[in-house]
């Protein structure tokens, strides 16, 4: 099992830039494929960005896709996500996610989540 920790989220202008950690506890971090997911009240979670146990595959959703960078430092059990040019859209809770699975699925199942941190986008 592993445990998910949130940071960095905030209160930003439109334009600007944050950086979200993920930083996980327990069972080896490498092991794990990972992901960040958002939610606003009243609409579905959505998939933001998913990146593979090594770090070598990435998948991103459209709306964020050449504006957000997710990666990971598996020896700091640590995944990032870089924001840039940000939207009053994006305004979310943020989540992470990990799965066990031996076959990468960046939009499939996970198994384990962090409480989330919020990202306000002003105009």
């Known amino acids: 099992q592993v445990q998910l920790v949130e940071s960095g989220g905030g209160l930003v202008q439109a334009g600007g830039s944050l950086r979200l950690s993920c930083a996980a506890s327990?069972?080896?971090?490498?092991?794990?494929?990972m992901a960040w997911f958002r939610q606003t009240p009243g609409k579905e979670r959505e998939f933001v960005a998913a990146?593979?146990?090594?770090?070598?595959?990435?998948d991103y959703a459209d709306s964020v896709k050449d504006r957000f960078t997710v990666s990971r430092d598996n020896a700091k059990n640590t995944m990032y996500l870089q924001m840039n040019s940000l939207k009053p859209e994006d305004t979310a809770v943020y989540r992470c996610?990990?799965?066990?699975?031996?076959?990468?699925?960046?939009?499939?199942?996970?198994?384990?989540w962090g409480q989330g941190t919020q990202v306000t986008v002003s105009s």
């Open positions: 996610a990990a799965s066990p699975r031996a076959t990468w699925n960046p939009r499939g199942v996970y198994n384990y």
């Open positions: 990146i593979s146990r090594s770090g070598v595959s990435t």
């Open positions: 327990g069972r080896t971090f490498s092991s794990y494929h």
